[in-house]
């Protein structure tokens, strides 16, 4: 497929020569292949439409578990790269949530978020905060 392709052509070799490359390496080098993916997805690659959706599926089943054992509310706020980046993925899990869940993910790390509640709860003006936080933020990335 091609995502085999785009796999191949980010390892720079095959995945054969390169199995024990993949084995050896933290979780996080498996994690860096989702763009590989999600290319694929765009262009219409059944095994990562397969990928997704499972993905999905699963993310959906923990939101919802979660759900029903914590008394939380139905609005969900999910952070990570993959919701945030990935084409439509966040889209994707929403559709397979219960009705009554919103997921949410925020264009702001979440740190941004427990600056403003730390200037409501300090009665403390948010707005010089939401004016530069971004600006200094990205510069420290």
């Given at each position: ?13 095959t ?9 050896r390496e933290?979780p ?6 989702a ?10 690659d ?9 993905n999905?599926?699963?993310?959906a089943?923990?939101?919802s ?5 914590c ?5 969900v ?10 084409v439509?993925f966040?889209q994707l899990v929403q559709t397979?949530l219960?009705e009554?869940l919103?997921l ?9 978020g ?5 200037c409501?709860l300090c009665?403390i003006d948010?707005?010089?905060l939401?004016e530069?936080?971004?600006f200094?933020y990205?510069?420290?990335?």
């Open positions: 497929t091609l995502l085999t392709e785009l796999v191949e052509e980010r390892l720079g070799g995945v054969w020569e390169n199995i024990q490359k993949i084995y933290d996080s080098y498996l994690a860096s292949f763009p590989c993916v999600f290319r694929a997805y765009e262009k219409g059944s095994v990562a439409s397969k990928i997704l959706e499972h999905a599926d699963c993310l089943e923990l939101i578990c979660a759900s029903r054992q008394d939380c509310g139905d609005y706020v999910a952070s990570g790269s993959i919701l945030k980046n990935g439509g966040s397979k219960p009554k919103i949410d993910v925020p264009k702001y790390p979440p740190v941004y427990a600056c403003v509640m730390c409501h009665s948010p707005q010089p939401k530069n936080f971004l200094y990205e510069s420290y990335e």
